[in-house]
Structure formats: structure tokens, C-alpha cells
């Protein structure tokens, strides 16, 4: 039986995040679900290799080594934190490396934290070019938490942790719809 993994990677530039933590619980209860193992890496993780690389065989070995478990990932968490403009650039520079149809199929989760009257507009400006990838390639599902939701970086919103539990079950119905039992790792 082959291991199953799940991803999360967040556009965290300065730590601790509520999307770091948002993603990590995401991540957790999909993993708990599939009976996977999970990883969750901030984009900064890939290195100072990362943004200047015009290939994968441009960066180094650690970079190279988180990017193989994101396309090897058997669910994608990934998320951004509030209007970093810098973050999208090097998310966009990260998927503009990989070669789309490693993730096609893939089932994918988006999140995305931010003040709260401005939630509509918070999702639409984080998530839109996240959701221009990953709409070619399968179905991403959205989840979106306001600051309100979290007290000292955890997640207290039952409302939250219902809409993420629905999500995780339309991402479990994907995984077994689309793999077998042994999930690629």
C-alpha cells in the first residue's frame, strides 16, 4: 500500500499566521480523513533559489524536495495571506515552474483569512488568481475565514469548522472517486 500524502503551502511571509494555522488545520482534518500524512510549508521555505529559478533544476535541493511532495501530493491546501501583493508573484512564479498536468486531477482546497466586512472582496482579490490555475487542472473548493474566527491564532469559529469539515468531505468523495485505496505519495 502506497503512503498518502497531503500538502499545504502557504504565501506566509512573516510568522505566525492565521493562514499558516487555518491551512494547518485544513490540512489536519483531510489528512485525519484519508489516513495520509501531511506536510505545510510557507512559500519562503523553497529558499533564496526560488525566486530567481527559471526551472525546477535551478533550485536547490531543499526546494526541490518540498516541490516533488507538492506534485506528488494527493490533496493541495493552499492559501494566502491578506492583499500581499508579493505573495501571488511567487505563487504564480511557483506554479509558473511546474509543468500543469503534475497537478491535474488534484483536489485542491484554497483559504483565505482577512478582516471581516470586507470578506467578499478579501476572497475575490486573494483567490481569483489562485482559482485561474487550479480551475484548468480540477475543481478547487474555497474557504474563507475572517480575523473574528480565531483568538491567539487558533481557529474558535464552529461555523468555520463546519465549512471546513464539508469541504474535507467533498475533497474525500474526489479522492475516492479518482484513486484507489493506495493513494499515490
Same mark, same amino acid.
Request: net charge neutral.
Given at each position: 500500500?502506497?503512503?498518502?500524502?497531503?500538502?499545504?503551502? #502557504?504565501?506566509?511571509?512573516?510568522?505566525?499566521?492565521?493562514?499558516? $494555522?487555518? @491551512?494547518?488545520? @485544513?490540512?489536519?482534518?483531510? %489528512?485525519?480523513?484519508?489516513?495520509? +500524512?501531511?506536510?505545510?510549508?510557507?512559500?519562503?521555505?523553497?529558499? !533564496? =533559489?526560488? !525566486?530567481? %529559478?527559471?526551472?525546477? #533544476?535551478?533550485?536547490?535541493? $531543499?526546494?526541490?524536495?518540498?516541490?516533488?511532495?507538492?506534485?506528488? %501530493?494527493?490533496?493541495?491546501?493552499?492559501? =494566502?495571506?491578506?492583499?500581499?501583493? =508579493?505573495? /501571488?508573484?511567487?505563487?504564480?512564479?511557483?506554479?509558473?515552474?511546474?509543468? !500543469?498536468?503534475?497537478?491535474?486531477?488534484?483536489?485542491? @482546497?484554497? &483559504?483565505?483569512?482577512?478582516?471581516?466586512?470586507?470578506? #467578499?472582496?478579501?476572497?475575490?482579490?486573494?483567490?481569483?488568481?489562485?482559482?485561474?490555475?487550479?480551475?484548468?487542472? +480540477?475543481?478547487?473548493? $474555497? @474557504?474563507?475565514? =475572517?480575523?473574528?474566527?480565531?483568538?491567539?491564532?487558533?481557529?474558535?469559529?464552529? $461555523?468555520?469548522?463546519?465549512?471546513?469539515?464539508? %469541504?474535507?468531505?467533498?475533497?474525500?468523495?474526489?479522492?475516492? &472517486? /479518482?484513486? #484507489?485505496?493506495?493513494? &499515490?505519495?
Amino acid at each position: 500500500m502506497t503512503k498518502k500524502l497531503v500538502v499545504g503551502i #502557504s504565501g506566509n511571509l512573516t510568522r505566525p499566521s492565521k493562514t499558516k $494555522a487555518f @491551512i494547518n488545520h @485544513i490540512a489536519g482534518e483531510v %489528512a485525519g480523513r484519508i489516513g495520509a +500524512t501531511q506536510a505545510v510549508f510557507d512559500i519562503e521555505d523553497l529558499g !533564496p =533559489s526560488f !525566486p530567481v %529559478a527559471r526551472r525546477l #533544476s535551478d533550485l536547490d535541493p $531543499a526546494a526541490r524536495s518540498i516541490i516533488e511532495q507538492l506534485v506528488s %501530493a494527493d490533496v493541495l491546501v493552499a492559501g =494566502s495571506p491578506t492583499f500581499k501583493g =508579493s505573495y /501571488t508573484s511567487l505563487f504564480k512564479h511557483l506554479f509558473d515552474l511546474l509543468d !500543469p498536468a503534475s497537478l491535474r486531477g488534484r483536489p485542491v @482546497i484554497l &483559504a483565505a483569512t482577512g478582516g471581516g466586512e470586507r470578506h #467578499s472582496l478579501i476572497v475575490e482579490h486573494q483567490l481569483r488568481p489562485l482559482f485561474g490555475f487550479f480551475e484548468a487542472l +480540477t475543481m478547487p473548493t $474555497a @474557504i474563507y475565514a =475572517s480575523d473574528k474566527d480565531f483568538a491567539d491564532g487558533i481557529l474558535v469559529s464552529e $461555523a468555520i469548522h463546519a465549512r471546513s469539515r464539508q %469541504a474535507v468531505a467533498e475533497v474525500v468523495n474526489v479522492v475516492g &472517486a /479518482t484513486r #484507489s485505496v493506495g493513494l &499515490a505519495a
